[in-house]
């Protein structure tokens, strides 16, 4: 089992910023990717940023330029930095991860259970 435990989710007003944490545990060999999603009620969960093993990375429009994903592989975390942070940010976010387990196999993926963020205007 893979387990994901985030961290840093809260309550700032617009123009703020949050730091959120996503650690990754398990029997891994290698994580191909993690990434960062969001939910609101009565919506589909969004991809907002991912970036993947060679360090390439992918946002969501509507975060470019406020939001940076980055990557610890030796810590197998994955953080999401998001500055002049807006009340249509308010979610919960949630972090993915694509993984190789060490007793090999295909890809295996796994969610962390979310993490509130509140943005008030």
């Known amino acids: 089992q893979v387990q994901l435990v985030e961290s840093g989710g809260g309550l700032v007003q617009a123009g703020g910023s949050l730091r959120l944490s996503c650690a990754a545990s398990?029997?891994?060999?290698?994580?191909?990717?993690m990434g960062w999603y969001r939910q609101v009620p009565g919506k589909q969960r969004e991809l907002v940023a991912a970036?993947?093993?060679?360090?390439?990375?992918n946002y969501a429009d509507s975060v470019k330029g406020r939001f940076t994903i980055s990557r610890d592989n030796a810590k197998n975390t994955v953080y999401l930095q998001m500055d002049s942070l807006k009340p249509e940010d308010t979610a919960v976010y949630y972090c993915?991860?694509?993984?190789?387990?060490?007793?090999?196999?295909?890809?295996?993926?796994?969610w962390g259970q979310g993490t509130q963020v509140t943005v008030s205007s």
């Open positions: 993915h991860a694509g993984y190789i387990y060490t007793s090999g196999g295909s890809t295996s993926y796994s």
């Open positions: 398990g029997s891994i060999f290698k994580i191909n990717g």
């Open positions: 970036i993947i093993s060679g360090g390439s990375t």
